[in-house]
């Protein structure tokens, strides 16, 4: 009888050890989950710890170039680590796209500068881009500029509305510059072509290497017409070279206040213009493009980098990553239906 009840105690023993140690299974899993969300709070390293490449897919001394060595001179002092320039030209933007968005590591160290050109309008002047939307992640807008209609200092017409009635008229004497058929200019006079109702396919487009290549042009009578930004075109308008019978948008530029808009004259519904931003490749971490969110955020309120800004004629014009994207997507798609339109998508 007492080795029963021994053997009946021992039985009890081991199930009451098994339970606590199932108990301590599960009391132990809130405290695994504890630390899980202890460690996901501090997830984020510290970001930057080393050198970032800040990736120009042009030339040095371009709009979206000068913008991007202001950031990058900003951020550096903002964060106590080198953010560096680099200049990766060709292809239209593409090549140092490629090599940002492809080719380098998506940790963060390496940003791309971005702008329409390589971008929205990239995508819809050809079927099979090289670089998408979807290849990036738009962490931020900088800044923006407006696009304006300038000819030759004693060309003819007094104004733009004048300027338009003539080439409505007669398309094939049109002669205007661009880097190429998918080009910040090409998109603005084909949304002009589009409004004023002229047949965009009779003009003559003349391929240039930018601003620097075809406002000559345009001053010395090689052609009529360049269509740039307000920064671009003001140090032949100083010169007295060129005049600008117009600027896009539904509001004078602040840089140019005696020049009327295009709608002010009678043409509507121009909306093309310039901007520049930065983004990142698929694939980087949130903490990262949450850092040049507010970095970029900040930035352009400050007085400094506003006063760069300002003496490049580019306005400031932040946008957050959401909103930057959103924004790019619907630009996309209103390029794409006017490249098809007027046969400018290859």
Sequence with gaps: ??????????????????????????VAQPAAGSETQASA????????????????????GGGVDL?????ADYLSK?????????????????????YALKQARNDGYTALAVNVSNTSMLSAGM?????????????????????????????????????SQWVKQHPEQLTWTSVGPAGFSAFGVAEWMDAIGADFSKTRMIVTKGASDSLPKVAGGHAILAVHTVGEINPMLQA?????????????????PDVPTAEEQGVKGLTVFWWTGVSFPKGTPVYVI????????KMVKDPAFVKKLHDMQVEPDYADSATFTQDVQKETGYYVELAEKRSMRK
């Design 290 to 297: 949450n850092k040049w969110e507010e970095a970029v955020a």
């Design 67 to 71: 913008v991007a060595r202001a950031a």
């Design 41 to 60: 709070s501090q997830a984020a390293p510290a970001y930057p710890d080393r050198q970032i490449e800040y990736v120009v897919p042009y030339s040095a």
């Design 1 to 26: 009888m007492k080795a029963y009840v021994k053997w009946i105690g021992g039985i009890v023993s081991c199930l009451a050890a098994a339970a606590v140690t199932a108990c301590g299974v599960g």
């Design 127 to 163: 079927k099979q881009p090289l670089i998408t939307n979807a290849d990036q992640i738009y962490a931020a807008r900088i800044g923006k500029g407006t696009l304006a209609f300038a000819v030759k200092a004693d060309a003819p017409w007094k104004d733009f509305a004048e300027f």
């Design 78 to 98: 903002e964060w106590g680590q080198p953010v560096v320039v680099v200049n990766k030209p060709g292809g239209g933007g593409t090549v140092g796209a490629q």
């Design 240 to 256: 007295k070279k060129v005049k600008i019978l117009a600027v896009s948008g539904k509001e004078r530029s602040p840089f140019l």
